[in-house]
């Protein structure tokens, strides 16, 4: 829903490998970022690498008025409420038990679901409809399923792509450490395009498969299914399963929360 005043926010997604940042401008994405996480660093740290991106790409922080975050790492979160009051002078809205969501949760305990996969649910349902799948290429690979009413009723949770390989590496002494690409065959020639097909095509196999069961389990019409994250391209480009991939679904479904939930948006 598009703003009357214009208000200027900033968004956090905070993952076990990455912090996703982004500032959007009534609803226009003004810029998007990430930066790696770390526990160990403080919130003075996080501060002045958040001000520096900032002014480096013409965005003035004195104008961001609000703000919200969404963490599946706890120890993150007062470092980054603190960052958020000391350099932005802003309170954030915190994705945690209270905070409007408009969504139900179909499922045995609705405190286990993660905070990620809350916020991927609004902004698949308001921008894709139900019924609806969604999967998310992050630490972990998540599969959301929302029914024909548009609630979540559960999903998946398998291994990460990235962690997947880190396993195989740290747990070999001669396998190499690659890029996640696709090879030019899935009948690879050499060590490092081996392991690029065993990763790119096996995850494909387990996508698709897990997709095709799900379909089979909600019996539902026009089911669509959309991937986020940081290799769903990557996995999108070998299977047709996947109708699009929408990389800022997150933190669309952060700046929804938000005007949902603050008091100083004006609708």
Do not use: W
Not at 27 to 33: A, K, N, P, R
Not at 89 to 98: C, E, F, Q, V
Not at 134 to 151: M, Q, S, Y
Not at 250 to 263: P, V
């Amino acid at each position: 829903m598009l703003l009357k005043r214009i208000v200027m926010i900033i968004c956090l997604d905070v993952g076990n490998t990455n912090i996703k940042y982004a500032v959007f401008n009534g609803d226009d994405i003004v810029l998007s970022f990430r930066v790696a996480t770390d526990v160990k660093k403080t919130s003075d740290e996080y501060g002045g690498q958040l001000l520096t991106i900032l002014s480096n790409n013409g965005v003035n922080f004195k104008e961001i008025n609000g703000g919200i975050i969404s963490s599946v790492v706890p120890q993150m979160d007062f470092t980054l409420e603190r960052m958020c009051a000391t350099y932005l002078h802003i309170k954030p809205l915190t994705l945690a038990p209270g905070l409007k969501t408009g969504m139900n949760l179909r499922v045995d305990n609705a405190r286990e679901v993660g905070a990620d996969r809350v916020v991927n649910n609004v902004a698949g349902l308001k921008k894709y409809g139900a019924p609806l799948i969604i999967i998310d290429f992050g630490t972990a690979t998540t599969f959301n399923v929302l029914d024909e009413k548009g609630e979540f009723i559960g999903g998946v949770i398998a291994p990460g792509i990235k962690g997947s390989l880190d396993s195989l590496v740290n747990g070999t002494a001669k396998l190499p450490r690659v890029e996640i690409e696709r090879p030019a065959s899935v009948i690879a020639k050499n060590t490092v395009t081996n392991m690029q097909a065993g990763i790119v095509f096996g995850f494909a196999g387990l996508v698709g498969y897990i997709v095709k069961k799900i379909k089979k389990e909600l019996k539902a019409e026009n089911v669509r299914t959309v991937a986020t994250g940081g290799f769903s391209e990557v996995i999108a480009k070998e299977i047709d399963c996947i109708d699009c991939v929408d990389k800022f679904l997150t933190l669309d479904g952060l700046k929804y929360l938000y005007y949902l939930n603050s008091t100083e948006a004006e609708r």
